[in-house]
């Protein structure tokens, strides 16, 4: 049978997942320094790390080209339609959050707003949900310039320390909900490769509770 091969969100997620590998006793010295290689091997050869940006970590293993994967709840909410996701790493901890400058009255004004976000079909079903009629303009990143600009009334973004908020004058409004890194697993090889599956997941989890309990 194929090595298994686990997609591995490129940035913050990386180096807590090799942790994470590390504590599960699953040797990982070539993501520790990647350099431009976008396929390592991992558990002596026994696995292959594929490094990818999230969405197409999710991309990878919904179509089975990559059995498992590690990516963050957000991207999963914004992208995922077939997955099955195994376990909370609970690393990569943050929120999806409702910011914008402090006297932004957004949830009692029935008027039109404007949001602008990378993450237009989280936003739109939060939206929907609170029945706030809003207009959604799709930013790539550093989304807090928007409201700073004035091409929004408010983001939907992620919040980890409050820092970038804090520094560009903006405040979370409102909090959306938790977000963590997950493993994901594709659905057809989470029948056809079983045993191999579980036995993996049963020592990430343990790891990735030590991670836990280490903050
Ligand atoms: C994320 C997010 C916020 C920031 C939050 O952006 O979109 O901008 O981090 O982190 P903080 O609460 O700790 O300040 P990222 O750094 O991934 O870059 P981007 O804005 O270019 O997407």
Same mark, same amino acid.
Not at 16 to 42: D, H, T, Y
Not at 95 to 102: D, E, I
Not at 178 to 200: G, Y
């Given at each position: ?6 997609? +591995? ?6 180096? &807590?997942?090799?942790?994470? #590998? ?61 997955? *099955? ?5 609970? #690393? ?13 009255? #957004? ?11 990378? *993450? ?6 939060? #939206?929907? %949900? ?24 408010? +983001? ?38 079983? %045993? ?17 309990? &280490?903050?």
């Amino acid at each position: 049978m194929s090595k298994l091969k686990i997609a +591995i969100t490129k940035g913050r997620l990386l180096e &807590k997942s090799a942790e994470m #590998f590390e504590l599960a006793g699953i040797e990982c010295e070539a993501l520790r320094n990647p350099g431009r290689q976008l396929v390592l091997p991992i558990g002596n050869g026994m696995m292959e790390a594929v490094l990818a940006k999230s969405a197409d970590v999710i991309t990878y293993t919904e179509r089975g080209v990559c059995e498992l994967g590690i990516v963050g709840k957000d991207t999963i909410m914004e992208h995922a339609t077939n997955l *099955y996701e195994i376990l909370d790493l609970g #690393f990569g901890r943050c929120r999806f959050a409702v910011a914008g400058k402090p006297d932004t009255d #957004f949830f009692t004004d029935g008027s039109r707003r404007v949001a602008a976000t990378k *993450y237009i079909n989280v936003s739109k079903r939060y #939206f929907e %949900r609170k029945h706030i009629d809003a207009e959604l303009i799709k930013i790539e990143g550093s989304v807090e310039l928007a409201p700073l600009l004035g091409l929004a009334d408010v +983001i939907v973004d992620l919040v980890e320390t409050g820092s970038t908020l804090k520094a560009n004058g903006l405040e979370i409004l409102e909090e959306v909900c938790p977000v963590s890194a997950r493993l994901v697993v594709n659905t057809a090889a989470l029948k056809l490769r079983k %045993r191999e599956i579980e036995e993996l997941t049963t020592k990430l989890a343990a790891a990735a509770k030590e991670i836990e309990s &280490k903050k």
